[in-house]
């Protein structure tokens, strides 16, 4: 079983910066791919980016690219979200997530789920 709760959402002007992070309870964290997903209201839940659980791999959505970094720390068992050059687009609930095995961007692929951390950008 394993937990997951995110903080580091909040209000930012377009073009700044948030860090998202996601703790997990747990000892076998470091056996988890981790994700990150957002879902903007009256909108599905998106794919944003996901990580293998070594670090080695990691995959993101295109309009995320070159913005946005996954990263995590395996003894602190944390993943965390670093959002650059914010966009209104970019509003939305983050949610981390976790599953057995590879990365995957099917959000029905994970196992775990957080509760979600609000991401508002202002124009």
């Known amino acids: 079983q394993v937990q997951l709760v995110e903080s580091g959402g909040g209000l930012v002007q377009a073009g700044g910066s948030l860090r998202l992070s996601c703790a997990a309870s747990g000892r076998t964290f470091r056996r988890y791919a981790m994700g990150w997903f957002h879902q903007a209201p009256g909108k599905e839940r998106e794919f944003v980016a996901t990580m293998s659980w070594s670090g080695g791999s990691t995959y993101y959505t295109n309009s995320v690219k070159g913005r946005f970094t996954i990263s995590r720390d395996n003894a602190k068992n944390t993943v965390y979200l670093q959002m650059n050059s914010l966009k209104p687009e970019d509003t939305a609930v983050y949610y981390c997530?976790?599953?057995?095995?590879?990365?995957?961007?099917?959000?029905?692929?994970?196992?775990?789920w957080g509760q979600g951390t609000q991401v508002t950008v202002s124009s």
């Open positions: 997530a976790a599953r057995q095995g590879v990365p995957n961007t099917g959000g029905n692929e994970y196992d775990y």
